[in-house]
């Protein structure tokens, strides 16, 4: 039998202190060598692109999404829908299909947090979070689990988003959050900036850059999105979630056709610094990027925690796929 667990079902199972935990110890395993490298494959149509992502730990886990821009605006859709299957290891039997939307909202904010942990400075207080969509919204809600965050700046490119963001979440918590009042103010009064856009030319331009600063790119994941000018990884100090992912599809992978900088200049791997083969943080005056394209590391464990609640708390339903 194979179990099948909606959105509403998930978010009764996850939380993200949890995400934050379940993603830094699949690093951490990833690091230690307990875990094959993670596979991504990306596929274009006219209309947007299919992401398939998959990882092996105590499961199987794929993840294939659908991201089109276009969907609110034309057909009153999400940007992002998809689905994550996962397996049995050792008889390959079909476990859980599972919606995968809140799984990578939630893995992705759990990864900048436990990369901004690493890397933030301890003092970091102010953030800007640029884009205000879904992903805006899950980062402001999982820095402030890892760094004392007390005022947040948003910023986007439809005032509106940035107005409904400051107003709806300074409501909701008791963090300072405001309207950027221009995307250079906000970041030079900013310890953290996460980017998470759909841009496919930079944003942030080397006069951007100042001492301390900890920046978690996280919208380019296919070889089209640019947030980052390439500059700015040449002058910074690199950390990747995965190094060959980044090389192809994050914002190394801009900065290398550039010609700026090479693989062996980044400073290692998420994983490196978790497990400790690299530091992370070394100076309050360091400038460091983290290039997260996403990784099926975090959604297998992410969907491997829900799995696994929902068959201890008997949830969602259960179907036989096959005879």
Not at 27 to 54: C, D, N, V, W
Not at 140 to 168: G, K, M
Not at 290 to 300: H, I, M, V, Y
Request: with cysteine; glycine share 6%.
């Amino acid at each position: 039998m194979t179990l099948i667990l909606t959105r509403a079902d998930l978010a009764g199972l996850l939380t993200l202190p949890d995400c934050l935990s379940a993603v830094e110890e699949a690093f951490r395993r990833y690091g230690e060598g307990r875990t094959e490298a993670p596979q991504s494959l990306g596929l274009h149509t006219p209309m947007g692109t299919f992401h398939i992502k998959a990882a092996v730990s105590d499961v199987m886990v794929t993840k294939i999404n659908a991201n089109f821009p276009a969907n609110p605006r034309l057909h009153g859709l999400p940007t992002v829908q998809g689905v994550i299957a996962v397996f049995d290891i050792q008889r390959g039997t079909p476990l859980a299909l599972l919606d995968s939307t809140l799984i990578t909202t939630l893995r992705t904010s759990a990864a900048t947090a436990v990369a901004a942990s690493y890397l933030a400075r301890a003092s970091a207080a102010t953030m800007t979070v640029i884009g205000c969509g879904t992903q805006g919204w899950a980062s402001l809600d999982a820095l402030p689990l890892v760094r004392p965050i007390r005022t947040a700046y948003a910023f986007d490119v439809d005032v509106s988003a940035a107005e409904r963001l400051a107003r709806e979440m300074g409501a909701q918590t008791e963090i300072d959050v405001r309207v950027a009042p221009s995307l250079d103010e906000a970041v030079r009064k900013s310890d953290v900036v996460v980017t998470c856009t759909t841009a496919r030319m930079p944003i942030l331009e080397p006069r951007h850059l100042h001492p301390g600063l900890f920046i978690a790119a996280v919208g380019a994941d296919n070889p089209q999105k640019q947030e980052l000018a390439p500059e700015l990884l040449r002058d910074s100090k690199v950390v990747a979630d995965i190094l060959e992912q980044a090389a192809t599809m994050g914002e190394l992978h801009h900065a290398i056709a550039g010609g700026l900088v090479t693989r062996d200049d980044v400073h290692g791997e998420l994983a490196d610094v978790i497990c400790g083969r690299v530091r992370g943080r070394e100076r309050d005056d360091e400038v460091i990027i983290f290039d997260s394209t996403g990784t099926a590391l975090q959604d297998a464990a992410v969907a491997a925690l829900a799995y696994e609640r929902a068959v201890e708390r008997a949830m969602g339903i259960t179907v036989a796929l096959t005879d």
